[in-house]
């Protein structure tokens, strides 16, 4: 024969044993907030550091050459008022944004010095006569975008090459002066 427990009386007032009291538990979000503000505070920016704001330092031109752009210097923030302005009935006019002149090209197109430079560089290339400068400096450009395509300069050489019925040597010397000369970062 089996004997039935007593139910517990679930409107008991208090709290039950073992749970803690209101003075725990404001205890308990006290230091949470406090652990909560010391954790925060590690990952606010510091005064005068810019976030997560991409600088672009390099444009790359149509035919390929690459500028490099002066930086631009960000102003600080303002510290926000202390007190919230009167509300105005009259709207308040809002100022557009300053507009910016692109800067002149540092190199001009076809027959500019960067042009000149390359055509010298080929020229002493033993075996090599240029008979067409602008098509010899259109393809050197194009190295050039190749490589920033991801070509290698060994794929840009072979690509000449087969391009042009040139030897290897002969397009690899030339992949060398368009790199020395239009885009010398992709030089080794």
Do not use: W
């Not at 230091?31 to 704001?53: H, K, L, M, Q, W």
């Not at 991409?54 to 752009?69: F, K």
């Not at 602008?134 to 393809?139: M, V």
Request: glycine content about 8%; charged content about 15%; proline content about 16%.
């Amino acid at each position: 024969m089996s004997v039935a427990q007593p139910k517990p009386n679930l409107l008991t007032p208090g709290p039950p044993i073992g749970e803690p009291s209101m003075e725990d538990i404001i205890a308990s979000i006290g230091r949470i907030i406090a652990e909560d503000s010391r954790s925060t505070a590690a990952i606010r920016p510091v005064r005068g550091e810019i976030g997560e704001i991409l600088e672009l330092t390099e444009v790359i031109e149509a035919d390929g050459s690459v500028r490099h752009l002066a930086p631009v210097a960000v102003p600080a923030p303002s510290p926000p008022p202390a007190t919230p302005p009167p509300a105005s009935p009259t709207p308040t006019p809002v100022q557009a944004a300053p507009t910016y002149a692109p800067p002149p090209p540092q190199q001009p197109g076809p027959g500019s010095d960067a042009d000149q430079r390359f055509l010298a560089l080929a020229s002493q290339i033993p075996g090599i006569t240029i008979t067409e400068p602008e098509a010899g400096t259109t393809s050197a450009r194009a190295v050039c975008r190749g490589l920033r395509g991801g070509k290698t300069p060994a794929e840009e050489a072979v690509a000449t090459a087969n391009n042009t019925g040139l030897t290897p040597e002969h397009a690899a010397a030339l992949v060398t002066a368009a790199i020395t000369v239009y885009c010398p970062r992709y030089g080794g």
